[in-house]
């Protein structure tokens, strides 16, 4: 049977129009790289990949994915050279690309550089989608193979740039309880940048640490001027009002914080504390209500302003279930114990309600008590560590006792830093110290090497005086004792012809007044004919004069051996400025 041809004829034409055109594109290419990554088919589903690179070379996921699929196939390297083209090239901000390199180099054996990798992400992304991951590998890293280096680095860049920061605005120098530094640094900061606001706020508070109040209050008025809802100065303002006794200015410093509802928890916290300082005590129990929200429920400073207000408001059993999970805390426990033996005196008494300061430390009648005890036992070196100390001698300098001033003005002396010198300088100024806290004031000055101009109060009113000008023996007019001593070694190298080894003498008695008597309050000269003999013994040996100490004993009618536990006193002072010479053997 004979077929007709025609009819069966491929018609080329015809076909064409039946067929839909394929469309080669990113996603065409994607959906397919992502097809045999189902099917585990890696080689494939790298070429796939790198299409969608070709197609679209300006798309930084396509070169994650590509860098996925790369490091399911084990090629680490090529995977991160493709991770960091994107960081450096296309998206600096890809903070995933981060994590993926983390988990390269995890994987090649690099645990430090996976160690900042997996730290970079979180830095970029704390709540990203890997952030949980991020978090578990990180801790695998240090615990299972010896990482922390790079978090330790880490940390120490960040507490290095926050000090840097704190220094700037002045926060270093207040919570180290270095006051007058603080004023001196922050008056040229201020000076030099008049816009930094919270340099402003810093300097009103160390204007109101070291009794400026009035300045306390201008600084603050000027950051008001600049920034009226500036609710750190109005809460400085309303505290210095406070202080002044203007109950009607206050009131109307109060207003503006009773409108708001800080969401920053150190602000809401402080503006709690401040209501409760003022004497707004429902208003600042709602204002600590509302900062719980914010903070831990057991958090020290939250505890105490809640038991604080509702003690002042008569709340007392609510207060003191608040101070026993105060008590809790180790740094709190006498802080907590004092106010809860407080509110059972109150109830003793019949009492329905106790004030409490908001303040979290210890009260006024304790703080003295402490720095008297702290002053008599601690190390110097304490004092140079501890803020809290070092703001505890600035505190007492101003309000303590005379026992407790006299006590400080030894403490700071061995401080001897720049701080220290400005504090006694300022407490110096004071028209209201006698002479002897005055003498006191410039001895102290004088151990630490102060230089420049001091103030201070005479009985015409005030005097500047150049303290390299300030007599070095100053110190003998503290004691009565002090100068009789050396009232009687100087009459005897003149009598006995010795009048040459005067000025060693008097350099070595002064020597152990600044540095033993002077510092210790408790220590007293019973019988000054001791030190006398005491003095001319280590002198004169270090001056290979011939000397008998019972000879000598006798000539000051003292027993041998008191000469000879004074003299071995001294001579530490001889050792440790490194006289030349030695002392001669005993004739």
């Known amino acids: 049977m004979q077929m007709d041809k025609r009819r069966h004829r491929y018609n080329k034409v015809d076909r064409l129009e039946n067929v839909i055109a394929m469309k080669l594109d990113a996603s065409y290419f994607f959906e397919r790289g992502m097809r045999f ?64 390199l983390a988990n390269n180099y995890a994987n090649l054996g690099d645990y430090d550089a996976a160690e900042e990798h997996l730290l970079r992400y979180l830095e970029l992304d704390p709540d990203g989608e890997y952030a949980a991951e991020a978090e578990e590998m990180l801790g695998i890293l240090i615990d299972e193979f010896g990482g922390g280096r790079a978090l330790e680095r880490k940390q120490r860049e960040e507490a290095r740039a926050e000090t840097m920061q704190a220094i700037q605005d002045g926060r270093y120098f207040l919570e180290n309880g270095q006051f007058e530094v603080a004023v001196e640094w922050l008056e040229q900061v201020v000076a030099s940048d008049p816009s930094h606001i919270a340099a402003r706020n810093n300097l009103s508070l160390a204007y109101y640490y070291t009794g400026q109040y ?97 003690a002042n408001l008569g709340n007392l059993e609510a207060a003191e279930c608040l101070w026993r999970q105060l008590a809790r805390f180790e740094d709190c426990a006498r802080l907590a114990d004092y106010h809860l033996e407080r509110v059972r005196q109150a109830r003793a008494a019949g009492q329905r309600a106790v004030s409490i300061s908001y303040q979290l430390d210890i009260p006024v009648e304790m703080q003295l008590a402490e720095v008297r005890d702290r002053l008599q036992n601690s190390s110097p070196d304490e004092w140079r560590r501890d803020p809290l100390l070092r703001a505890s001698l600035h505190w007492s300098l101003r309000h303590g006792n005379r026992e407790v001033r006299q006590r400080v003005i030894r403490a700071l002396a061995v401080v001897a830093d720049e701080d220290a010198e400005e504090a006694l300088k300022a407490f110096l100024a004071r028209s209201d110290i006698d002479a002897s806290l005055q003498e006191q004031t410039l001895v102290a000055l004088k151990r630490m090497g102060a230089k420049g101009t001091a103030r201070m109060w005479r009985a015409a009113g005030p005097v500047e005086v150049r303290l390299e000008d300030v007599r070095q023996d100053i110190v003998l007019d503290l004691q009565p004792q002090w100068r009789e001593v050396w009232d009687l070694v100087h009459q005897w190298l003149v009598a006995h012809g010795l009048s040459s080894l005067a000025g060693q003498a008097r350099r070595l008695w002064l020597a152990y007044l600044y540095d033993e008597l002077f510092l210790d309050v408790r220590k007293r000269i019973v019988k000054p004919e001791t030190w006398a003999s005491g003095v001319l013994y280590v002198v004169l040996r270090y001056a290979d004069v011939p000397v008998v100490q019972r000879d000598l004993a006798a000539q000051f009618n003292v027993s041998p051996s008191s000469l000879s536990k004074c003299s071995s006193r001294l001579e530490q002072i001889v050792l440790r400025a490194g006289w030349r010479g030695h002392p001669a053997r005993e004739e």
């Open 37 to 100: 990554l189902r099917k585990n088919d890696l080689e494939r589903a790298v070429k796939a990949f790198q299409k969608t690179v070709e197609y679209e070379p300006d798309n930084p996921v396509n070169y994650c994915n590509l860098a996925g699929v790369l490091a399911e196939l084990g090629d680490f390297q090529a995977s991160s050279d493709l991770l960091h083209y994107v960081l450096e090239h296309m998206d600096p901000k890809m903070a995933e690309c981060w994590f993926y």
């Open 214 to 310: 009035d300045k306390a209050l201008a600084m603050a008025n000027s950051v008001l001027e600049r920034q009226p809802d500036n609710l750190h100065a109005l809460c400085n303002r309303a505290l210095l009002l406070q202080h002044f006794g203007n109950e009607e200015e206050r009131d109307r410093a109060v207003e503006p914080l009773l409108k708001v509802i800080p969401l920053h928890p150190e602000v809401a916290m402080k503006v709690a504390i401040t209501l409760g300082f003022v004497g707004r005590h429902a208003e600042a129990l709602a204002a600590f209500r509302r900062t719980a929200r914010f903070v831990p429920p057991d958090h020290p400073m939250l505890l105490h302003g809640l038991a604080a207000a509702h």
